[in-house]
């Protein structure tokens, strides 16, 4: 019985198994994932039953009886031995004794004396087998109601447990009944509409009919047109074969199937053509013809051969729009002032979406696979941890809470680069040294792939939440890494001194006539300059209020601007010093300046407030100090991590202060984007606006302007910024927001 109860046991995991392989593939209906999700947990829980119950067999029925017929019975059988020899041994003297002659004095005399010997012995036989025979079977009865007992207490237990257990279960049971129901008409009805269609289908000719393709340049997928057509091989036999080709970012490729990557058959359409072939024996084939190869493809009919045809030309034409509106912002990036700001050409996209994205953040070691369950090749991202998640993960991060994990998508969202820096600056095996330090000290189990859901949810919430696999720095090995890192910032410092100096950022151009908030913005040499070209203005309109106060309501003279801009004036000089005492929250604060992500988010871990203020140190949080480091990704890091973008300091400066300051533009836009006040002012009550004036740094002065120019046009639109809902897709939001991401960029690129 119990080892086919473990054959059943084993035979039902498998089919729980199958049962939960069926959810996972069922993602698309959530009714049916998380029916067939809690329908496997059940079964898996009555096989943990059953297993317990054949345990219990195994102790109380098997172990029990198998002890009482090898030792008691034993005894008895050696106890039956003895007395069946000695019954013997008495059968013999009574013999011998009887045929004892009467005239032999002797020989009487020795059969007696035996006899009452051996009569002697078998009683003391005699009484050791009865005893052994009362034994036994006093013990017979108890063990053999003590073993059965305990079985059926085993049971009893059995069936309470899948009893509570189905309890649970049944609302859900009732509730998928009565949707049931209704699935069964849908069906029904559904199967009725798909027969009539196909007895309407198969009525129809089809003898005459293509399918039709048509060019679309503003295809949302980015796809022009698509579809299949015959491609000649290149090599000595001439092969043809059926691919999937498609016209996307104006170039021509193909696929063998939907999953392979695309093969790129012209790179530029710009520099190709694309003829009719009439001198082959084929029909309908047409070549399109490039400088250093050709392709010969065949469509189905003259109809789609004339449309393919016509979609490359169409691709041609517009690649020809598209690439010299490209060559024109190139030249106006490299004269004096970008074309970041114009509206009128397309802005440089920065924003990375889909596979790009995907391939970048999978190329950093350990980024292949889940790094909580190791599920291979996930699509999830923690933006604020910088690891990646399988979808299961990845459901279970968002139940943490925003405050322990922000989860994306890497194929379905789309990603900003300064995110995508932060993600590479991580990653999972970084991340894991971290919080899975003492994981196997601990004697934790990583979940694998295929695991109970409740288990990897434990582990995860154990992992970030109790942190408890964190290996906790010692005070001496805290106060060595904040030393390191104080030192590391000033050997940064130290080298960017003696860095050549940069030109000044190119600055963008307004339209002629277009103010900010009522003020013209001038500048001499290379400041911002009027551009005439109408076709790329900045804005259309401008709000007639007018909130910059009074100081800049009034049209202010020519501001005087050297050709090169002057290094800003610099912020209070970072020095070490001895603290008071070493924390986590120090240990950030060095790193955020120092630049170093895997120290800050070790820093973290360990337990530090994302505002931590340096009170030794006027106050100044890792996010000012972020800012003195001049990395734009350090300050996106914290404030992914709930950093407080207005903290300021015993100064009154807050980052976008400092940020100013030091002439950091890309900051500037980031601070923007992340909700800064602009219009907060120091203890000598400077805003960064008349900071940027005073530094005459065109770029952020622009910037500032702008940013209070689109708060006066979202108070200009009424509701809409009475109920919260300004729309992001108006002309002035999109462009201003493009203008920023433009200006992160940039400094990206430079660092």
């Known amino acids: 019985m119990i080892d086919a109860g473990k054959a059943y046991n084993t035979a039902n995991k498998q089919f729980v198994n199958g049962i939960r392989e069926l959810a996972q593939q069922s993602t698309k209906d959530e009714v049916i994932e998380s029916s067939l999700t809690k329908f496997a947990e059940s079964l898996q829980e009555m096989i943990n039953y059953h297993t317990i119950l054949f345990d219990q067999a195994q102790r109380s029925i098997k172990t029990q009886l198998q002890t009482f017929v090898k030792e008691d ?197 710009r520099l190709c053509t694309v003829k009719h072939c009439e001198d082959i024996e084929r029909r309908f084939c047409f070549e399109v013809v490039s400088p250093t190869k050709s392709c010969m493809m065949q469509a189905d009919s003259e ?174 090995e805290l106060r060595t890494k904040v030393v390191s890192l104080s030192k590391q910032e000033k050997r940064l410092s130290s080298s960017s001194e003696h860095l050549p100096p940069r030109p000044p950022p190119p600055t963008p151009k307004l339209r002629p006539g277009s103010n900010v908030s009522g003020q013209s913005v001038r500048s001499a040499d290379s400041g911002i300059q009027n551009s005439a070209d109408g076709s790329r203005e900045m804005l259309a309109t401008t709000p007639s209020t007018n909130s910059l106060g009074d100081a800049e309501a009034a049209e202010p003279p020519p501001m005087p601007m050297p050709a090169t801009l002057p290094p800003p004036s610099p912020c209070k000089e970072t020095v070490f010093y001895e603290p008071k005492e070493y924390s986590p929250g120090l240990q950030l604060y060095w790193a955020s300046c120092a630049r170093s992500l895997p120290d800050m988010a070790e820093a973290l871990a360990h337990g530090a407030e994302v505002n931590w203020v340096n009170t030794d140190d006027d106050k100044r949080t890792p996010l000012i100090m972020a800012v003195q480091g001049g990395s734009l990704v350090t300050c996106e890091f914290l404030l992914q991590n709930a950093a407080n973008v207005n903290q300021q300091d015993a100064q009154g400066r807050g980052p976008l202060h400092h940020a100013t300051i030091l002439g950091h533009t890309g900051q500037v836009c980031l601070f923007l984007k992340r909700g800064a006040n602009q219009n907060a002012a120091d203890i000598e009550e400077k805003t960064p606006l008349s900071m940027a004036v005073e530094a005459a740094n065109a770029d952020i002065v622009t910037l500032l302007r702008l940013a209070k120019m689109n708060e006066e046009m979202r108070e200009a639109e009424g509701p809409y910024s009475q109920s919260g809902q300004y729309p992001t897709n108006s002309p002035t939001e999109m462009q201003y927001r493009k203008c920023m991401q433009e200006f992160i960029s940039l400094q990206l690129d430079e660092t």
């Open 303 to 476: 109809k789609l051969r004339q449309a393919w045809i016509k979609a490359v030309q169409n691709s041609i034409a517009t690649a020809f729009r598209e690439k010299g509106d490209d060559a024109e912002k190139l030249d106006r990036k490299s004269s004096t002032s970008t074309g970041s700001l114009d509206s009128g050409g397309e802005p440089k996209e920065r924003s990375l979406k889909g596979e790009s994205a995907l391939q970048r953040v999978l190329a950093i070691p350990g980024n292949t696979c889940c790094c909580d369950c190791g599920q291979p090749d996930p699509r999830w991202a923690s933006i604020n941890l910088g690891i990646t998640l399988c979808i299961q993960c990845s459901g279970i991060h968002r139940s943490l809470g925003v405050h322990f994990s922000k989860v994306r998508s890497l194929t379905l969202d789309t990603w900003e680069p300064e995110l995508l820096k932060l993600m590479c600056e991580l990653g999972n095996g970084v991340i894991n040294q971290i919080y899975e330090a003492r994981r196997e000290e601990l004697g934790s189990r990583k979940p694998q792939p295929g695991d109970p859901r409740h288990e990897i949810e434990a582990y995860i919430k154990a992992k970030y939440v109790d942190r408890r696999f964190v290996r906790r720095p010692s005070d001496e």
């Open 73 to 269: 019975l034993r005894k008895f059988k050696e106890a039956k031995k003895q007395f069946d020899k000695v019954s013997e041994e008495k059968e013999a003297a009574l013999t011998k004794n009887a045929q004892a002659p009467r005239n032999k004095q002797h020989e009487v005399e020795e059969a007696t004396n035996i006899l009452t010997a051996t009569r002697k012995c078998f009683r003391h036989i005699v009484l050791d087998y009865v005893l052994q025979i009362n034994v036994l079977q006093s013990k017979r009865r108890s063990e053999i109601l003590k073993s059965m007992l305990s079985f059926m207490y085993a049971h009893l237990t059995f069936f309470h447990q899948g009893y509570d257990l189905f309890s649970e279960l049944q609302p859900l049971m009732k509730q998928l009944g009565g949707q049931l129901d209704q699935l069964v008409v849908d069906a029904a009805k559904e199967k009725r509409d798909m027969e009539q269609k196909h007895s309407t289908i198969q009525q129809k000719d089809f003898s005459n009919d293509d399918t039709k393709l048509e060019y679309n340049v503003d295809a949302d997928n980015g796809i022009a047109m698509e579809g299949y057509l015959f491609k000649r091989a290149s090599n000595a036999f001439k092969t043809w074969n059926r691919r999937w080709f498609s016209i996307q970012n104006n170039q021509l490729v193909y696929q063998k199937k939907f999953k392979d990557n695309p093969t790129v058959v012209v790179e530029d359409l």
